[in-house]
């Protein structure tokens, strides 16, 4: 079953000085999403060079000017209205698994599995090798690490996480991450956007590849949800930095973010 | 200099057993042009999965069912209002290019370009090698092939259209193609839209690569002109067909394609 | 089962002028075949930059000085002594085809596809689609076309090969290619050696997907036999050229290619 | 001036169940040095599927099945006898950078470049951007941090060498890439061959690109040195593992390199 949702995203920045930016802000289809509409404005309209990065992402470079910058998008997307739970899926083994997830399997700048061997086998112990490994590792994190939205601490790596035992979506996603790339299982970082999120933001979680394929798994939701939209796959978010300015911090004035359920395709 | 357009472009089949097609029909951001708004609307809604191919294009992969079935596709674009006339641009020498244009030196289905080193040669006689070689190969296909939008033939390679001396936009494309690749000029099929076109419809010209940039040149225009809308590039049209079906012919029902001035840019 | 071979290669060239080339001479690792030992001498040594292309080839780019020029390869490769023969195989429906793939049904310069479909048509009547149509045309090749090293013909298409009936290896991958795409399957160029080939040159073959692998078929060959190394792969010849030069013809002073059964493996 | 090296590397495991191996052992072709003979033998003579990974290394799979289990390479290389030291060259405008080198600013595994923003401050301070920032950081690691082939220390990342003030080569390069990253200076981490390193191992080192092109660094040397064989490239040692198991550690029980200079080109 697929739904159909309206996705809208603002920020709004004041800039000093001409700041180089990376923005990664439009949906990307995939084999579960469909984007059929799309609105993609900068205000001051200055040049923007559209790239493609080495994981698939839409990214937009640019200078904004001095003086209010403002970045508005919008997207009517068809996604899965439930996402597949596939309890007993076995692990892949790695000789089997293709040349393009192996790089999901390697640790990264907040995901340090090599740090979490042990852990992630306490955690797993007596379970099946596969989905229900991934699916006790985000019960786990339910169980143990809070989701606090307005978390004070920033920029968590996986570790940090563990100590600290609460964090925002993005925190949640690394650690689970962490752990499951400490079993072998190829991991990845999602960003994008959750329909019915309380309060309602960008979003991340986290995709791991079991039983042949890529599931979701979202440690920040009691129950496995559908009315995603993905705008960006990476290692961790250092690969999906939404924007990325590359010099002294860019906090937005402001940043608005909508999800709509549309009740019918768009004409 | 930069203007925005809207393109509309909406094809009808009529399907009847279930046919896989593959679309390219999504504008795609380039150096020269943003895409700022887009719809793809396919009725009825079936699956879509889209991929980038080995030329960047956007394609979109889906299962026509049998009856009606329509595609719908717009886009507002910020593009370039003049192209750039780069004359006296020199001619790189080959171990100079970059590795990713050494292929559109090649020969292909539609742009036998083995075939006009000796015609090549003699139109270019005394030009020097570079942009002007082009120029003069683009003013010689304005002199000697009538641009017929509703030529006969169907599907001329770059030797047949030579023999014809006529043909559409494509076939036009094909020839100033082959004959610039005859030089060792790299030189590319595109496929999109020319604000003002008459007869409105999809659109075929070729670019050049001279003077360390691709440049854009067009044998069914008397003057350079911009307002142009890149769809999708290839080595010719067999790697840019907006619509494939991989089999028995399938001719669209109707199809129109409108391309409007925006008087600003969208909000 | 698999065997070692030793294949060596010596192209000189006389070079009147400096001249960049462009060398396809290195065997590639592939799921059949493992590289163990290489040699790749240029004389005089001058500077090569090497690249994969889109076919995931390599290919060595270099500016031939004026004088004697010499391109010496040897490769220790292991490889399968027998090819798989899948009869019955069936016929990979267009929409389950990997997106890789896909650009393996397209018409290319020296496989006019398009004009083939009612030949094609007519071999393979009454059998079933997949591996048998290919095997059937790889049959009408052996049947109908004669294989002829010597040939006079210089550069066929298969349209042209069709009528000479007659050609190089070379020319019968064209034609077979042609007709295989003409019914929707994906057919590939290969270039490479073939052990115990009569008499010993570079040779050329094609791969066609059925039953959701590739398959090699050789029209010159009255049965299916390994002891191949494949160099290089693409659309037709165009793609796979072993030395390009881009300009006038620069025919080698002289050729020589040996292959050699290797009683054991490397130490 | 160029040179020609023989680089030779033994790798011994004792294995004691089925175990899959990705290995990075292959030098690659690059803008400054050519591989001309290279050998790659395994024993026992298992299957190997080799792929190129994102960052255009050559990697090889396996599995390694119980017992002894060798890998035995050697190449001949020609590559440069000095490295390039360009005093003055400028910093590259974000704005300017290639899409390709923009991953080499984000923060990885190894080298949290985001922790070091002050100090790479303080080191550069009062220095021309560019080249010279990455020297002084190049200078100031040879002053500060012990360069130890012995360290105790296992797998530090760049906050921890800063910490423990010595380590191995890679530790040295992690900690300066970390700097250089911080001040937003695309860096890359190599793994190769040093000729003359003492004492022989492999060898790693890092890149950074300032003026337009990548430049060579090595905080273990005390005057830039060429000779170098690159192996593999990557963000930091979490890329370019010359062997990678995937599970518990896998120590090989011995580990021989040895990189000789020719005194003339292969024949």
Known sequence: MNMWLLSRCEIRFEII??????????????AHQWISRESYIIKPNVPVMEFIDEYGNHCQRLVAPPGQFIVRTSAVVQTERDILVSSGAPFDEIQNLPNSVLTYMLPS???ESD???????????????????????????????????????????????????QGVCRDLAHLGIALC???????????????????????AWFEAYVGGRWHTFDPTQSEPRGGRIVVAYGHDAADVAVFNQFGPALPPVSMSVAVELLNKAPE
């Open 115 to 165: 740090r979490f061997v042990e852990l992630a086998h306490q955690i797993v112990e007596d379970i099946t090798p596969g989905y229900d490994q991934v699916a006790a590792i985000n019960q786990w994190l339910q169980n143990n690490i809070a989701f606090n939205p307005d978390s004070p601490y920033f920029q968590m790596s996986a570790v940090e996480v563990n100590q600290a035992q």
């Open 109 to 111: 700048r907040y995901c």
């Open 17 to 30: 000085a001409p700041t180089p930016l990376i923005l990664m802000l439009r949906p990307r289809n995939t």
């Open 181 to 203: 790339r400490a079993l072998c299982i190829p991991t990845r970082m999602v960003v994008g956007y959750l329909y019915g999120l309380e309060p309602m933001d960008l979003h």
